[in-house]
C-alpha cells in the first residue's frame, strides 16, 4: 500500500494527527500559497457530496493545484462496467494524488492498494470518512485550545454514526472522558466501548440530553428516521435530542457545539446565535485540515 | 450375519492424516485445501465415532504433506482437528493447528455493501481474536465474530 494515504484514521499516529492540527493552524493564517504549483489532483466521486468535494477543490484551488475529475460517476466509464482497479490505475497515470469518495466500503483502502500515487478517502460508504475526522480534531484543538484532557459528549445516532467512531478513535491518543448520549436503537456499538475500557478511558452512557454543565465538547449527529422500525418512536426520540438554546445556559464557558452537517432539527435554529454554536466554523475548518493532510501526502510539509 | 472386522480407514505408509475434524465441516476442509483438484490417492472417513466428541471425520493423503501456511486456514473452521506426517506407516510429526493472523481468499465478507463483494478482488481478513476466532475485513473493517464467518464457494 502506498504509505502516504489516508484511509482511515486508525493510519495516524498521534504524532501525525499532531502534525496536521498544527499545519492546519499554519494554513487558516495563511490559506493562499503555490505548493501545489505545477501539481494536478484528481476528486473522484464516485458519489455525490457537494459539501466535501466542494471543500477539497478549494483547499487544492487556494494552494494553487489544477482538479481533474468527477463528480458523479453516472458519465463515466464505471457506468459501462469498468472495475475499481482499472479507473484508479488509469486516473494515477494522470494525477499526483487522487481524492476519492465511493459508495462501498472498503473502496478507498483497495484503491490504495492498486494505485501509484497516494489516496485520501472522502468517504467510502458507512465506513471512514477521515478528513471529517480531522478537520474535528482541528476545530476542537481551536476552540479549547488543546486536545488533552477534555470532556466529550456525543449525541444522537452513535450506533451507525461514523463520524462518531473515528472521532472517539482519534481522541483516544489525549486522555479524553465521554459521554454518550443516545436512544436504546442507536447506542454506541459494544466494540467502541471495550475499546475504551481497554484503554483505560472514562466513559458513561446516558439516555437523555439534559445535563451537559460539564461538557467542553457536544458533538451533535443527526437522528435518521430510516434507522427506526417503529415511527413512532423516531418521532418521541427526535425531539430528545434536540439542542435548544436555553439548554445552553449554565454550561461551561469554553463549550462548543459540533455538528458535522447537514443538520435536520437535532439543533435549534436559535442556537445558531449562540456564541458557542460552531458548526459552520467548523465546516470552513474543513478547508484547512484537508490543505494539511494534502500537503502531507505529497511529501511537501 | 457374518461380520468381518475391518479397520474401517487404511493405514497409510506415506503421507498426511487429518483426524479430529467434526463431521459437519469435513467437506468444509476437503474444499479449503483444495483437495478435490489433488492427484493423490484420497481416503476421507465420516461420521466415524470419537472417543473425544461425538462424530468426526478423518482424511488421508497419500504422499502429500502441507505448509503450515496452507493447513492453518483450515484453523478457522476446525481448530481442534490434529495433524498426522506419516512415513514408513510411522506418526512422525503431530501437529496442533493455528490460526494464521490473516486469512487471504476463503473467507466471505458478511458485508453485502463491502467493496470485496462488488468488485473482483480477493478477500482479506484480519484474525483479531484467536481465543473466541473473531476476524476484521481488511477493506471494509467489518468485525466477523466466528458463527457468523461465511465461506466462498
Known amino acids: 500500500m502506498n504509505v502516504k494515504s489516508l484511509v482511515s484514521i486508525t493510519d495516524y499516529s498521534k504524532e501525525k494527527i499532531l502534525k496536521i492540527v498544527e499545519a492546519a493552524e499554519r494554513f487558516e493564517v495563511n490559506p493562499n500559497q503555490d505548493l501545489l504549483k505545477n501539481k494536478v489532483v484528481a476528486t473522484l466521486f464516485f458519489e455525490p457530496s457537494t459539501r466535501t468535494r466542494l471543500s477539497f477543490e478549494t483547499a487544492i484551488n487556494r494552494l494553487g493545484g489544477r482538479v481533474i475529475g468527477f463528480s458523479d460517476a453516472s458519465n463515466t466509464s464505471t457506468s459501462k462496467g469498468e472495475t475499481l482497479k482499472d479507473t484508479i490505475i488509469m486516473v494515477s497515470n494522470y494525477a499526483d494524488l487522487i481524492v476519492m469518495r465511493h459508495p462501498l466500503d472498503g473502496a478507498a483502502r483497495y484503491a490504495s492498494e492498486v494505485s501509484n500515487v497516494p489516496i485520501i478517502n472522502a468517504g467510502d460508504g458507512a465506513n471512514q470518512h477521515p478528513t471529517q475526522t480531522m478537520l474535528d480534531l482541528y476545530s476542537i484543538k481551536k476552540t479549547q485550545g488543546t486536545l488533552e484532557n477534555l470532556n466529550i459528549y456525543m449525541v444522537g445516532d452513535l450506533k451507525y454514526g461514523r463520524t462518531v467512531h473515528s472521532l472517539l478513535m482519534a481522541m483516544s491518543h489525549f486522555n479524553p472522558k465521554f459521554t454518550f448520549i443516545a436512544p436504546d436503537e442507536l447506542k454506541m456499538p459494544e466494540e467502541y466501548k471495550r475499546f475504551c475500557y481497554e484503554k483505560g478511558i472514562e466513559y458513561r452512557e446516558m439516555s437523555e440530553l439534559n445535563d451537559i454543565s460539564e461538557a467542553d465538547i457536544l458533538y451533535m449527529t443527526r437522528v435518521q428516521r430510516e434507522r427506526f422500525l417503529d415511527l413512532v418512536e423516531y418521532e418521541k426520540v427526535k425531539n430528545v435530542y434536540t439542542l435548544k438554546k436555553n439548554m445552553l445556559e449554565g454550561t461551561k464557558e469554553n463549550l462548543r457545539v459540533l455538528h458535522p452537517l447537514p443538520r435536520v432539527g437535532e439543533i435549534a435554529e436559535d442556537v445558531d446565535e449562540s456564541p458557542k454554536a460552531y458548526y459552520f466554523q467548523q465546516a470552513k475548518n474543513g478547508v484547512y485540515a484537508r490543505q494539511a493532510i494534502i500537503c502531507d501526502a505529497l511529501g511537501l510539509i | ?153
Open chain 2, 1 to 153: 450375519m457374518n461380520q468381518k472386522k475391518e479397520l474401517v480407514v487404511v493405514a497409510l505408509e506415506n503421507g498426511t492424516v487429518i483426524d479430529h475434524i467434526p463431521s459437519d465441516k469435513l467437506f468444509k476442509v476437503v474444499s479449503i485445501l483444495g483437495l478435490d483438484k489433488l492427484d493423490s490417492q484420497i481416503t476421507i472417513g465420516n461420521n466415524l465415532s470419537s472417543k473425544k466428541s461425538g462424530l468426526k471425520g478423518i482424511i488421508k493423503i497419500t504422499d502429500k504433506y502441507f505448509e503450515s501456511s496452507e493447513i492453518n486456514r483450515i484453523a478457522l473452521i476446525a481448530p481442534n482437528a490434529v495433524l498426522n506426517v506419516i512415513k514408513d506407516y510411522k506418526v512422525v510429526e503431530k501437529q496442533k493447528l493455528t490460526l494464521p493472523d490473516q486469512v487471504c481468499g476463503i473467507i466471505k465478507c458478511v458485508n453485502p455493501k463491502c467493496v470485496t463483494n462488488n468488485q473482483p478482488i480477493e478477500t482479506k481478513f484480519h484474525v483479531v481474536d484467536k481465543e473466541s476466532i473473531n476476524v476484521k475485513c481488511h477493506y471494509c473493517e467489518r468485525m466477523i465474530e466466528q458463527e457468523d464467518i461465511l465461506f466462498n464457494s
